[in-house]
């Protein structure tokens, strides 16, 4: 069992402390303080779970819908993802806490709660818990969202594309009983129709185009519940991860790459056309989309994991650090290190990941590829090289002493998958060495992660192509400001094609077919309704009179 439960009850107790001190305004400076010492303590417990452990958490009646298990089953992958997350989490929360701006109301609680339940959602044993974590979830994405200052019809939006993700898994569920499957991911072997809708509803969550859900928020101002807005995709890669380890699963269809590929070109192009900090969220969604595509093709959970690690990691210390400033250098180098590691640097696990890609698609997509990932990597460099808006340097030794400990909470989720992936790899080389089929018997009674070694370093072709990537980047922040400001003129353009107004209509639709039902319930249950039963009762009268 381990510290399942004092886990989730560190949590829950660190919640509730939070929302009792919001009731007294003179305990709101313990707010950041009290942030950071839960949100370490919940991920010290982290690091006393078991790397391979299956728990049954609850059991719900009937058995008979979903076989009525929430159960926990934890992967290597997902321990170090899991600590990644906390450690990146506590990292925010100690910079913040030695910073002078105020929290916001509530972030906190809601940061401390979101913890856990992302937890639970990648250890999602079965798909009853999926579905429950989701709905729990879904419900503190929003209100962070409101938090962080999006608009309330984007959000509702975003909860109706998540809403819609949880609607398809529930019809996964009633296809599987239909068909006599398992409800355990590790039991699980759906049809090639029901591998395809699960598929679906992962990739909505992920943000795949056109289900992407990006609004401005207040990044500078409330970097960790930011945090709790940027792990709404990785809800669907939660699901997507055990999609990748269901026993059945030879590979994805082939049009699922080559839908991610185009969003990834997609959201460079609204990158490069938005401005400021709205052209950083799309930068890095764009970014997420490659880890997932990439992943697939290699059929490895383990990439998925591990580049979704480095992913958060780096988005944390986009929003920390403050831009160039000539007399605080130091301070922002882990800004660049994040940078090149999203791009695929050695030893980054992603670097994998690009390469697979470009090995894998035909040389139109391999185009379309690395235009989009220039310009996302063009946006992030140009973020990075942004003069500095305030003071780098804290004024005094303590406060840069707690800067410090939080930076580098932050990079142990960077340094440490690509240490990590390289030595699990070589000894996973060392044992599985002999064919492709033996693997896949192999990987039959050993149902965690699956992975076929792939070799990079003979892999010139896909080397050059990345270098011309990479060379993109360069080139477009260095020549590539003309081309922006045109495209930015043209925003409106784009905005056309990203289809948020198609589902602004679909919206409003609803509420003016909503505006009729209402008009009708008026009608005939409001102050009509004693009309409406005498008419009634004098159709009963007259029909007892004829007879």
Not at 70 to 88: E, K, N, Q, R, Y
Not at 230 to 245: K, T
Not at 325 to 339: K, R, T, Y
Request: glycine letters at 10%; a neutral charge; one cysteine or more.
């Amino acid at each position: 069992m381990g510290h399942y439960p004092l886990l989730f009850y560190t949590g829950l107790t660190g919640a509730c402390l939070l929302l009792v001190i919001e009731l007294l305004p003179l305990l709101h400076p313990l707010r950041k303080l009290i942030t950071a010492v839960g949100l370490t303590a919940m991920t010290l417990l982290w690091l006393t779970l078991p790397v391979v452990e299956r728990w049954v958490f609850s059991a719900w009646l009937p058995v008979t819908v979903l076989e009525g298990q929430i159960l926990l089953d934890m992967t290597p992958a997902v321990w170090w993802f899991g600590l990644g997350l906390g450690a990146t989490f506590s990292g925010t929360a100690w910079i913040e806490m030695v910073e002078r701006r105020e929290s916001l109301p509530l972030a906190g609680t809601l940061v401390v709660a979101a913890l856990p339940i992302i937890w639970v959602t990648l250890l999602s044993g079965t798909l009853l818990t999926t579905l429950a974590a989701w709905a729990v979830f879904d419900l503190l994405w929003g209100v962070a969202g409101l938090m962080v200052g999006a608009k309330g019809e984007r959000v509702t939006l975003g909860l109706a594309i998540q809403g819609g993700a949880s609607i398809i898994l529930w019809m996964v569920s009633l296809f599987l009983q239909q068909e006599g499957e398992s409800m355990l991911w590790w039991l699980m072997w759906p049809s090639a129709s029901v591998l395809i809708l699960l598929i679906v509803a992962a990739l909505m969550r992920v943000g795949f185009y056109p289900f992407q859900i990006i609004f401005p928020q207040r990044i500078l101002r409330a970097p960790a519940l930011s945090l709790v807005y940027l792990l709404g995709p990785i809800s669907g890669l939660a699901l997507l991860y055990r999609i990748l380890l269901l026993p059945g699963l030879v590979e994805v269809p082939a049009f699922v790459p080559l839908w991610g590929i185009f969003s990834v070109f997609w959201m460079g192009l609204m990158a490069w056309a938005s401005r400021e900090q709205l052209s950083v969220l799309w930068a890095g969604r764009a970014l997420l989309n490659v880890i997932a595509v990439g992943a697939m093709l290699i059929g490895d959970g383990r990439f998925l994991l591990l580049g979704a690690t480095v992913w958060v990691s780096a988005n944390a210390l986009f929003m920390l650090i403050r831009g160039r400033d000539v007399w605080g250098i130091a301070w922002s180098w882990p800004g660049w290190l994040a940078f090149l590691f999203l791009l695929g640097v050695p030893p980054s696990p992603l670097g994998e990941v690009y390469s697979v890609i470009l090995t894998s698609v035909s040389w139109l997509w391999r185009v379309v590829f690395l235009l989009g990932m220039a310009v996302a990597g063009a946006v992030l460099l140009q973020w990075l090289m942004r003069p500095a808006s305030g003071r780098s340097v804290l004024p005094w030794s303590w406060l840069q002493i707690g800067f410090v400990l939080g930076l580098l909470f932050i990079l142990v989720g960077i340094l440490g998958s690509s240490f990590w992936i390289t030595s699990d790899f070589s000894q996973e080389k060392s044992v599985l060495q002999d064919s492709v089929q033996s693997y896949i018997e192999y990987d039959r009674y050993i149902p965690y992660d699956r992975h076929i070694p792939y070799d990079v370093q003979s892999q010139v072709g896909p080397l050059f192509l990345w270098l011309l990537g990479v060379l993109g980047t360069v080139a477009l922040v260095r020549w590539g400001n003309v081309t922006r400001k045109w495209m930015q003129t043209g925003l409106a353009f784009l905005e056309i094609f990203d289809l948020q107004w198609f589902y602004r209509a679909i919206w409003r639709g609803t509420e003016h077919l909503l505006g009729l039902l209402r008009v009708g319930a008026e009608v005939f249950e409001g102050s009509g309704a004693v009309v409406w039963s005498l008419l009634v009762m004098l159709l009963i009268l007259l029909v007892g009179m004829n007879r």
